[in-house]
T-cell receptor, first 114, second 112 residues
């Protein structure tokens, strides 16, 4: 079984709808991240959480919110989806390791906002 | 904001050829990582370099961290179709507030 899972894997929604993307991990890591990937723009950090009580904005948090329900679960919400939020979304996890810290990524959720 | 510039953005070569991908910044990083991403999957870590001038080898892949810790390169010898994928460099300034800054990636296609 995969260590980092994301649901759904694909989602089509309409402008203005609220949607939630979910991430679960079995690695026992404290740190979790949400990124979006757009062609030609690489991976950009949306939100991150270093433990259950910690939530931090990344470089592109506008239009998104997150919830860290447990150590193993970190969900991303789009309160009112818009077409330019069409992208590939990745969840990642890590444990503190200084400069050797490794992030483990899920398989991604492909989101299309019409 | 620290930026990582990767070049080239796209690279299409024949099996057996050598190639080098570059990752450059005006900022100093405490470490640089290289990831490979295949279609339909998330990025997977290949290597982490932490010391200026460091060279690491992973089979046919050679990674180098610049002396000033502002740049890195990935060299692939005798590329194979299985090397096809998106190569991403990512840097961190370290400390307790650990975050990665990613480059935009190099999409490599190795044709048989």
């Amino acid at each position: 079984d995969a260590d980092v899972t994301q649901t759904p894997r694909n989602r089509i929604t309409k402008t203005g709808k609220r949607i939630m993307l979910e991430c679960s991990q079995t690695k026992g890591h404290d740190r979790m991240y949400w990124y979006r990937q757009d062609p030609g723009l690489g991976l950009r950090l949306i939100y991150y959480s270093f433990d259950v009580k910690d939530i931090n904005k990344g470089e592109i948090s506008d239009g998104y919110s997150v919830s860290r329900q447990a150590q193993a679960k970190f969900s991303l919400s789009l309160e009112s989806a818009i077409p330019n939020q069409t992208a590939l979304y990745f969840c990642a996890t890590s444990d503190p390791g200084g400069s050797q810290e490794t992030q483990y990524f899920g398989p991604g959720t492909r989101l299309l906002v019409l | 904001t620290q930026l990582l510039e990767q070049s080239p953005q796209f690279l299409s070569i024949q099996e057996g050829e050598n190639l080098t991908v570059y990752c450059n910044s005006s900022s100093v990083f405490s470490s640089l990582q290289w990831y490979r991403q295949e279609p339909g999957e998330g990025p997977v870590l290949l290597v982490t370099v932490v010391t200026g001038g460091e060279v690491k080898k992973l089979k046919r892949l050679t990674f180098q961290f610049g002396d000033a810790r502002k740049d890195s390169s990935l060299h692939i010898t005798a590329a194979q179709p299985g090397d096809t994928g998106l190569y991403l460099c990512a840097g961190t300034t370290g400390g307790s507030n650990y975050k990665l800054t990613f480059g935009k990636g190099t999409l490599l296609t190795v044709n048989p």
